[in-house]
């Protein structure tokens, strides 16, 4: 592949990586993935600078998510960290800081660092202004991020008022966590009321500082470490080792492990003796950082592109254990995907028992020649959920090879493999059982109906006893009431609990409705888009309906998904059977209000009537028509005083004659891509 389209490549990747990590809290990928695809982008903008844009993956620090919340802008930037993984890559750190200062030998013994554990949280600031807590924030893009206030004001860690020593005006930076323990009681929690389990400590504190409900984020039991400064309005100390005992005297935790070292040669020493004490700590570090203990040489190395020149993170490889791999099993997912499942003999991978790995896909395990009864040796990387490595050789006998099924397990239907696709698909759609269940079990999720105890286990329960069928089923659960009271596990409260929770879902926003239908590819933002779109289900509905291969609906359909063409084709698909739609109209016929979505106040042609003619050589119609769209404004067919501008593609003719009788605006076609900022 040529560099550009590699770099294009990692570009959309790693914003939508970045996209599920920051703003949804759900990673799609291990962080060793992720690094390995961002490496890969800096290391083709090195040798083609010319790849590189400005506010591209590389630039960027974390994403912003479409928020609930309000934004605020951070007083000093928060910025990023620089990664070495060995002794090597610290030395480079050393010599470059040297080399920036002008230090000689002598000099560059001398500098003193501050040693902290790296954290595997979030990122936070806290606000002070005259000495009381003002406002708290999530990072967010590193310039702005979500107020977060009155959930960090729930933390015991946060003091609501500082002494009389501090500046007027304070901002201190931070990493809020969840211990191990903690992280998961409340994935056990989480599974009881049959909500989709946290991925790893740091996804569930994210998940639970961003609740709207501050109530909930105080039965959470968040923690913080404070290790640095954002703007302060006077100086607090020298050093910073000064600082963070500032920070301690002024009731912030500062993290116990933190140490002042003395020389760059004392630093292997404390690497060693954090590395022995990691998978005893409740709380999961994936590093160390360093940073320059003098103040005034952090001011003057200052900052280099997202990170700072004075501060450096030694990451850990993730931890490995090994154990025996009892059994390989095939999941069925919401779209058919059969996934292998290993299934292990419990171990402790850096103070988590594990007992289930993923293999990912069918070309996994046949690289790996992973068997059942092998001895195996995993790997986590922050997630609950290991990755094997592979096998490690032993003298006993091996079973036979793994054959990885070519029907689903569940449904007997042939289980296909797309060329080109690693995933094997089953073929039954609705007749499989697995992929109903499952795709009920997304369409009560969080993130779609959000139905409050009605989660997997619920959902697996009803409808093995025949309940819940279908979509519509669920808001028809009431007529089981009586047989439902008398099942184990369910009483008078818990019932009624769980059949408001069904009422008030009655009525729900458009972009969650088609989001829950668990159309292949259609995520949270998909169904956004799709949503403040076509504004009205039945608009939506009909839309999709009529769009087949061919026609301008479905040309449509493709630009307005943006990337286009593999996602319209989804939606096509779906809507092309049959009984698809007629169980989405017997799920509308439930529901009470969809509510419709407005257009994008954002957009910046918001209330113009566009008008489009002659030949467009850089887009098709349907797509110009679609770009202005989504950009709020209306496109019209002719030209008449309301018209607010027109656009004048090549030959245009008599609307372009009726456009200069009317002295309306006009544009040419560079002109309309520098208005829709293409
Ligand atoms: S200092 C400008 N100190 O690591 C310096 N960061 O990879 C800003 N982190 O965004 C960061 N523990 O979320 C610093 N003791 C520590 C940390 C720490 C964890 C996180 C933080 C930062 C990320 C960078």
């Not at 022995?276 to 280099?304: M, P, T, W």
């Not at 009560?444 to 279908?470: M, N, P, Q, T």
């Not at 950009?631 to 609307?655: F, H, N, P, R």
Request: hydrophobic residues 40%.
């Amino acid at each position: 592949m040529i560099p550009a389209d590699r770099h294009a490549e990692l570009e959309v990747l790693l914003s939508r990586w970045d996209e599920a990590y920051h703003g949804k809290d759900d990673p799609e990928i291990s962080d060793a993935e992720y690094d390995a695809a961002r490496q890969e982008l800096l290391q083709l903008e090195e040798a083609h600078p010319e790849l590189k844009r400005e506010g591209g993956a590389s630039d960027r620090v974390g994403t912003m998510p479409d928020s609930a919340f309000g934004k605020h802008r951070h007083l000093v930037p928060m910025l990023s960290l620089d990664n070495v993984f060995g002794a090597e890559g610290f030395d480079g750190f050393v010599s470059r800081v040297g080399r920036f200062l002008g230090l000689t030998e002598e000099g560059l013994q001398a500098l003193q660092f501050v040693a902290e554990p790296k954290i595997d949280g979030l990122s936070i600031s806290l606000t002070y202004e005259n000495r009381k807590f003002v406002r708290g924030t999530t990072r967010g893009n590193g310039i702005e991020g979500e107020d977060v206030t009155a959930n960090l004001l729930t933390l015991k860690d946060v003091p609501s008022t500082l002494p009389n020593d501090a500046p007027d005006v304070l901002e201190i930076r931070g990493e809020v966590f969840l211990s191990k323990k903690n992280f998961l009681d409340l994935n056990e929690q989480q599974e009881k009321r049959g909500i989709k389990p946290f991925a790893n400590p740091r996804n569930a504190a994210a998940g639970s500082l961003r609740q709207l409900d501050p109530e909930i984020t105080r039965n959470r039991p968040l923690s913080l470490f404070a290790y640095a400064q954002g703007y302060s309005s006077s100086p607090v100390s020298e050093t910073h080792w000064e600082y963070l005992e500032t920070l301690r005297r002024w009731g912030f935790t500062v993290n116990p492990l933190s140490e002042r070292i003395e020389h760059a040669r004392d630093i292997p020493t404390y690497v060693e003796k954090i590395a022995r004490e990691r998978s005893g700590l409740d709380y999961d570090i994936d590093g160390i950082v360093f940073k320059l203990n003098d103040l005034s040489l952090q001011e003057r190395l200052g900052f280099a592109g997202r990170a700072p020149r004075w501060a450096i993170a030694w990451k850990f490889p993730a931890e490995q254990a090994m154990t025996r791999l009892l059994k390989i099993e095939i999941q069925v997912g919401r779209t058919g995907a059969l996934t292998p499942v290993a299934h292990l003999e419990p171990v402790n991978v850096g103070g988590v028992i594990v007992s289930r790995a993923t293999l990912h896909n069918e070309d996994e395990i046949e690289r790996k020649d992973v068997r059942d009864g092998d001895l195996v040796r995993l790997q986590r990387a922050g997630d609950v959920i290991p990755q094997i490595l592979g096998v490690v050789e032993s003298d006993k006998p091996r079973g036979p090879r793994y054959v990885f099924p070519d029907h689903c397990p569940v449904c007997g239907s042939l289980a296909e493999r797309v060329h080109g696709e690693a995933v094997r698909r089953c073929t039954g759609g609705l007749t499989c059982e697995a992929q109903v269940v499952e795709r009920l079990i997304h369409m009560v999720s969080r993130a779609a109906f959000d139905i409050d105890g009605l989660g997997e286990r619920s959902i697996r329960e009803f409808h093995a006893a025949g309940y819940i069928l279908k979509p519509g089923d669920i808001f028809r659960l009431k007529n089981h009431q009586d047989t439902l009271l008398k099942r184990d596990g369910w009483g008078q409260l818990s019932v009624e609990n769980l059949l408001r929770a069904i009422e008030e879902r009655r009525t729900i926003s458009l972009a969650r409705l088609i989001f829950g239908l668990g159309i292949r590819r259609i995520g949270e933002r998909n169904a956004q888009l799709l949503a403040r779109h076509y504004g009205t289900f039945e608009n939506w509905r009909d839309a999709m309906v009529s769009a087949q291969s061919g026609t301008e609906e479905r040309d449509a359909l493709g630009s307005i998904m943006g990337v286009g063409g593999a996602i319209a084709d989804e939606l096509v698909a779906f809507f092309s059977e049959e009984h698809n739609v007629a169980t989405l109209n017997d799920l509308r016929s439930e529901l009470h209000t969809i509510e419709t979505e407005a257009a994008p106040s954002d957009g910046h042609l918001s209330g113009k009537t566009i008008v489009f003619t002659g030949t467009l050589t850089t887009m098709t119609r349907p797509e110009a028509k679609a770009i202005a769209e989504r950009l709020g404004a209306q496109v019209t067919d002719s030209v008449s005083k309301k018209t607010s501008l027109v656009v004048l593609g090549e030959k245009a003719g008599s609307k372009a004659k009726k456009a200069a009788d009317l002295g309306l605006e006009t544009v040419d076609e560079a002109g309309w891509r520098t208005l829709a900022g293409l």
